[in-house]
């Protein structure tokens, strides 16, 4: 059965030797404040260093503005942590190695500064990346302990110049296919996925 964190008293049914009962009062209690995993999906392929890196340097200047890390790891709280992934043909962490999880702002400017216009290129393979970082991602053993001891829900957000592209000739046409699997995965995949908290997504 479903596990509400909250309820009403249209969610609670109570009876007393098989006769229901309508007197019943919920008693309120302080509201126990939830973590956060932000996952932040950096697109990684050749396009994003085009230019003279023009697409990479607003994505760093984004993720370096003081409000967005404030938004991401709030002063004294040790509920948020961040994943920083970039992708192109496979997904590893920001700095080439595995994922972990940020949970300082100083170790977060640092991860951005010293990695993110470091060119790596390659295709855009958008739809297994994201279907990557919304399962097989959060049970990574430091990700999925991160989740559990802090209550947290996911929250991945998508960073990319927007085509799915696994080979020269990709089209729309040759997308379909593959969009259609990432949906049904997003839709239907992460309830037995054995991932507690479903993603919200979003993307740029």
Do not use: W
């Not at 950096?42 to 967005?68: C, F, H, T, W």
């Not at 992934?85 to 100083?106: C, H, W, Y």
């Not at 400017?109 to 290129?121: A, I, Q, T, W």
């Amino acid at each position: 059965t479903t596990l509400y964190r909250s309820l009403d008293e249209q969610l609670v049914t109570v009876s007393h030797n098989g006769s229901p009962q309508d007197d019943v009062e919920l008693i309120p209690h302080e509201p126990v404040s939830s973590g956060q995993l932000f996952v932040l999906l950096i697109d990684g392929s050749g396009s994003m260093y085009e230019n003279d890196g023009e697409r990479a340097k607003k994505v760093y200047q984004a993720l370096m503005n003081p409000d967005v890390i404030r938004g991401f790891l709030p002063d004294d709280n040790g509920g948020t942590g961040v994943v920083l992934l970039r992708f192109s043909s496979e997904v590893t962490g920001l700095d080439g190695q595995a994922p972990k999880v940020i949970k300082t702002a100083g170790e977060y400017r640092r991860m951005v500064k010293d990695n993110l216009m470091v060119p790596r290129g390659g295709y855009t393979h958008l739809y297994d990346a994201v279907k990557y970082s919304t399962s097989d991602l959060l049970k990574v053993p430091a990700i999925s302990r991160f989740l559990s001891v802090k209550a947290a829900q996911p929250t991945l957000v998508v960073l990319t110049d927007g085509f799915n592209n696994q080979a020269a000739n990709d089209t729309c046409g040759t997308n379909v296919d593959r969009l259609n699997d990432l949906l049904t995965h997003m839709n239907e995949g992460q309830k037995g996925s054995g991932v507690s908290a479903r993603s919200l997504v979003f993307t740029i």
